[in-house]
């Protein structure tokens, strides 16, 4: 149980297009999510939390014009990267928490390319 | 501000070592404190969870310690393997929060 997924796990967009990662809970109703971006051999850094049906909570230093996080249903968050620039490119990864327990579930990772 | 270091920042060592990597962090007010493994270009693996009463978990050839006073946690792992070669991050649980601090990981490596 407690499988996450992420979509796509690799991505490669021109600079200035925007992407869109999702993040789902596929076994389990995901009250809150998090997104953590990951710079080669470092650790995760949290970007940001989102509650269902509530707006995002960004992390200090986080641009939310520039991160939309989205989480519409129990099940499924998504970032999108707007107007993305090559200093984007990172590892995102999402967890996501139910309601019986502080411990989080990692999705697999998108690593996004922007050229 | 809560912090987690995590020394060394790499290892290598021959295979069939018993090896400890060290995790520490500076509030104590936590609720608990996990150990993942991380392949490269990939995600997450949890390893152990220990709850902040806890003093230890085990897993296999895993043993994870836990000091909140302290401020440290210690990762054993027995008879090394070179499958056992990745980035190992501990991470806490900040009381009245929902975040998970990461530390700042140990890279190990085990050549046959």
């Known amino acids: 149980g407690a499988v996450v997924s992420q979509h796509p796990s690799r991505v490669i967009c021109k600079s200035g297009t925007s992407v869109k990662i999702e993040c789902r809970s596929l076994?389990?109703?995901?009250?809150?999510m998090f997104w953590y971006r990951q710079f080669p051999k470092k650790s995760l850094m949290l970007m940001a939390t989102s509650n269902e049906g509530s707006k995002a909570t960004y992390e200090q230093g986080v641009e939310k014009d520039k991160f939309l996080i989205n989480h519409a249903s129990l099940t499924l968050s998504t970032l999108t990267v707007t107007s993305a620039h090559p200093e984007d490119s990172s590892f995102y990864i999402c967890?996501?928490?139910?309601?019986?327990?502080?411990?989080?579930?990692f999705g697999p990772g998108t690593r996004l390319t922007v050229t | 501000k809560q912090e987690v270091t995590q020394i060394p920042a790499a290892l290598s060592v021959p295979e069939g070592e018993n090896l400890v990597l060290n995790c520490s962090f500076t509030d104590s007010a936590i609720y608990n404190l996990q150990w993942f493994r991380q392949d490269p270009g990939k995600g997450l693996t949890s390893l152990l969870l220990?709850?902040?009463?806890?003093r230890e978990q085990t897993s296999g050839r895993l043993n994870a310690s836990l000091d909140k006073s302290s401020g440290r946690s210690t990762l054993y792992i027995a008879a090394s393997q070179p499958g056992d070669s990745a980035t190992y991050l501990c991470a806490v649980y900040l009381v009245g929060t929902d975040k998970l601090i990461f530390g700042t990981g140990t890279r190990l490596q085990v050549f046959p």
């Open positions: 967890s996501a928490r139910g309601t019986a327990t502080y411990e989080q579930y």
């Open positions: 076994d389990f109703q995901a009250t809150t």
């Open positions: 220990i709850q902040s009463s806890q």
